[in-house]
C-alpha cells in the first residue's frame, strides 16, 4: 500500500500528499511503525518534575 512517510500523518492529510511524499507499505509493517511512533510520542520523559528529589 502507498502511505504517508511519516505514519502519524492522518489518512485525510496522507491523501493530499503529492506522490514523492509517499512510501510503500505493507500493512502490517505500516500498523507496526506506527504503534511505535505513537509510543515515542507518549512516552513519559526522563524527567520526573522532582517527584523523587531530596
Not at 500528499?17 to 500493512?27: D, F, I, K
Request: charge should be negative; aromatic fraction near 6%.
Amino acid at each position: 500500500m502507498a502511505a504517508a512517510e511519516d505514519p502519524l500523518t492522518s489518512d485525510r492529510q496522507a491523501a493530499a500528499l503529492p506522490a514523492h511524499e509517499l512510501r510503500a507499505w505493507c500493512p502490517p509493517c505500516f500498523a507496526a511503525a506506527r504503534r511505535a511512533a505513537q509510543r515515542a510520542t507518549t512516552a513519559p520523559g526522563d524527567d520526573q518534575g522532582g517527584l523523587f528529589d531530596l
